[in-house]
T-cell receptor, first 113, second 115 residues
Framework: AQSVTQPDIHITVSEGASLELRCNYSYGATPYLFWYVQSPGQGLQLLLKYFSGDTLVQGIKGFEAEFKRSQSSFNLRKPSVHWSDAAEYFCAVGEGGGNKLTFGTGTQLKVEL | GAGVSQSPSNKVTEKGKDVELRCDPISGHTALYWYRQSLGQGLEFLIYFQGNSAPDKSGLPSDRFSAERTGESVSTLTIQRTQQEDSAVYLC?????????????FGPGTRLLVL
């Protein structure tokens, strides 16, 4: 069965610092990978997605992610974090017909001013 | 345009009661999903509808859970004889056609509390 691991439950960074959120997946074939963000009281919003081609994908809000097949990773990065980025971030892999999403447990990001 | 909407936003019920949660997908989206977000289990898939095909119910945790969808519009998730472990946020999502490259757009969720 496929799975997604987000090793960091909580991360705290200072505003303006760079950010990297880790995601590792387990999937037999070419994975379809997604990063979502959930702000307090809000639904999930897609940041970016990868399914083929260029291994570095750009998303909204200045986020990017790099797919590394050899490491089974899809880490999310941002060069300079803003206070409004404080939220919970979920990595997910899509499965089969209908693209049902299997999510990681999430990483809660806190931004210190 | 309008996004995915869910109602009610919050629902408090007593153990043993039945509850119905509603989802209105984005107009034109043929694929509709239900997920559950709970402290113990994280975010988990429940059920998927695509057009007139038989739904994929593989994520439903027990036979107390069921869902219906009328055509390509509204869906209702029903939980019978609710238990305290059913307390969670129930999220609905829709996508254009369920394709693997399609984005799933999520609603704000219904927060269910079973006392």
């Amino acid at each position: 069965a496929q799975s997604v691991t987000q090793p960091d439950i909580h991360i705290t960074v200072s505003e303006g610092a760079s950010l990297e959120l880790r995601c590792n997946y387990s999937y037999g074939a070419t994975p379809y990978l997604f990063w979502y963000v959930q702000s307090p009281g809000q639904g999930l919003q897609l940041l970016l997605k990868y399914f083929s081609g260029d291994t570095l994908v750009q998303g909204i809000k200045g986020f990017e992610a790099e797919f590394k097949r050899s490491q089974s990773s899809f880490n999310l990065r941002k060069p300079s974090v803003h206070w409004s980025d404080a939220a919970e971030y979920f990595c997910a892999v899509g499965e089969g017909g209908g693209n049902k999403l299997t999510f990681g447990t999430g990483t809660q990001l806190k931004v210190e001013l | 345009g309008a996004g995915v909407s869910q109602s009610p936003s919050n629902k408090v019920t007593e153990k043993g009661k039945d509850v119905e949660l509603r989802c209105d997908p984005i107009s034109g989206h043929t694929a509709l999903y239900w997920y559950r977000q709970s402290l113990g289990q994280g975010l988990e898939f429940l059920i998927y509808f695509q057009g007139n095909s038989a739904p994929d119910k593989s994520g439903l945790p027990s036979d107390r859970f069921s869902a219906e969808r009328t055509g390509e519009s509204v869906s209702t998730l029903t939980i019978q004889r609710t238990q305290q472990e059913d307390s969670a946020v129930y999220l609905c999502a829709s996508s254009l056609d369920g394709g693997r490259k399609e984005t799933q757009y999520f609603g704000p969720g219904t927060r269910l509390l079973v006392l």
